[in-house]
T-cell receptor
C-alpha cells in the first residue's frame, strides 16, 4: 500500500504540552500535506510541504520532511483543548493524494 | 463563502435502492474527488475528476459511479447499494492539479441496511 502510516495512533497530553505526530511513506513523493478533522466533520488543510523543502512553520505548527527516511512529523506547540481532533498526513503521488489512517489527539485541560 | 456542499448529510437506505449524493463547489475548482472514511482505514479515494467530462477511478471505485457535466458539480451515484457501502463519504475540490490544498465538504453519513 502507498498509504502513509501514522504514529502514534492516539495521543493524550495536557494543555500547554507539545504534541508530535509522525508519518512514514514508501515511495518518492511530490508533496506531503497535513489535515485536521474534528469529530465527524470535514477535513481542514493545515500545511503543505514540498519534496524539496525540509521544514515549514504555520503559527503553532511545525512540519518537517526527511525524504531520505521517507518520513514527516507534525509538531503542535503549546497545545490547547481546542486542538483535540484527528490529524492526517496525505501524500501526493502523481495525480493522487493518499491519506494515512490518522492520529487521534486529545488535549486535556 | 467558499465551500463544498454535500447532500444529504445523513441517509439510511436499503440494499439495492439507487441513491445519489450530490456535491457542489463554488470556488471554480477544476479538480474534484470523492473519498470514503471507515474506522482504522483512513480516507480512501473512490473517484476523481480533473475537469469537466474527465473522470478516473481511485482506489475503491467498485459499486460507484460519478459524472462531471458541469465544473461545479460532481455527484456520486450508488446504483445498487450494499451494506459494505455503509460509510462516511467526503467530497473535496482543489483549484490546481491537486498539488495544493483540498477543500472538503462536511461529509455524508450513509447507512445501507
Amino acid at each position: 500500500s502507498q498509504q502513509g502510516e501514522e504514529d502514534p495512533q492516539a495521543l493524550s497530553i495536557q494543555e500547554g504540552e507539545n504534541a508530535t505526530m509522525n508519518c512514514s511513506y514508501k515511495t518518492s513523493i511530490n508533496n506531503l500535506q497535513w489535515y485536521r478533522q474534528n469529530s465527524g466533520r470535514g477535513l481542514v488543510h493545515l500545511i503543505l510541504i514540498r519534496s524539496n523543502e525540509r521544514e515549514k512553520h504555520s503559527g503553532r505548527l511545525r512540519v518537517t520532511l526527511d525524504t531520505s527516511k521517507k518520513s514527516s512529523s507534525l509538531l503542535i506547540t503549546a497545545s490547547r483543548a481546542a486542538d483535540t481532533a484527528s490529524y492526517f498526513c496525505a501524500i501526493r503521488y502523481g495525480n493522487k493524494l493518499v491519506f494515512g489512517a490518522g492520529t487521534i489527539l486529545r488535549v486535556k485541560s | 463563502e467558499a465551500q463544498v456542499t454535500q447532500n444529504p448529510r445523513y441517509l439510511i437506505t436499503v440494499t439495492g435502492k439507487k441513491l445519489t449524493v450530490t456535491c457542489s463547489q463554488n470556488m471554480n475548482h477544476e479538480y474534484m474527488s470523492w473519498y470514503r472514511q471507515d474506522p482504522g482505514l483512513g480516507l480512501r479515494q473512490i473517484y476523481y475528476s480533473m475537469n469537466v467530462e474527465v473522470t478516473d477511478k481511485g482506489d475503491v471505485p467498485e459499486g460507484y459511479k460519478v459524472s462531471r457535466k458541469e465544473k461545479r458539480n460532481f455527484p456520486l451515484i450508488l446504483e445498487s447499494p450494499s451494506p459494505n457501502q455503509t460509510s462516511l463519504y467526503f467530497c473535496a475540490s482543489s483549484g490546481t492539479d491537486n498539488t495544493g490544498e483540498l477543500f472538503f465538504g462536511e461529509g455524508s453519513r450513509l447507512t445501507v441496511l
